[in-house]
């Protein structure tokens, strides 16, 4: 098993910038991938940004590339997002996820563990 807890999110007007912390605890040396998603009222979840553990390879939904950046600090178990330019479409329920199978899950989007979310809202 592994555990997520969010931290960071709050609110900020557009062109602000705000970073998402997430601790993980438990398995984690069994995670193959880890990643942000997010949903907002009304809408599906989407997945954001994801970063495979072993490589650092990387993969940003094109809505936030060149705005977010996703990062890993391995001793501290700790995922980063990074977002600046932020929009008022960003406003959403920000969701740190990890994954233990294979690769192919992770480019999917099917993550297997979940945080409870952290809330980001964006005001113009």
């Known amino acids: 098993q592994v555990q997520l807890v969010e931290s960071g999110g709050g609110s900020v007007q557009a062109g602000g910038s705000l970073r998402l912390s997430c601790k993980a605890s438990?398995?984690?040396?069994?995670?193959?991938?880890m990643g942000w998603f997010r949903q907002a009222p009304g809408k599906e979840r989407e997945g954001v940004a994801l970063i495979y553990i072993g490589t650092d390879g990387t993969i940003y939904a094109d809505s936030v590339k060149g705005r977010f950046v996703i990062s890993q600090d391995n001793a501290k178990n700790t995922l980063y997002l990074q977002m600046n330019s932020l929009k008022p479409e960003d406003t959403a329920m920000y969701y740190c996820?990890?994954?233990?199978?294979?690769?192919?899950?992770?480019?999917?989007?099917?993550?297997?563990?979940w945080g409870q979310g952290t809330q980001v809202t964006v005001s113009s």
């Open positions: 996820a990890a994954e233990s199978r294979s690769g192919a899950y992770c480019y999917n989007w099917d993550f297997g563990y």
């Open positions: 438990g398995y984690t040396y069994r995670s193959t991938c």
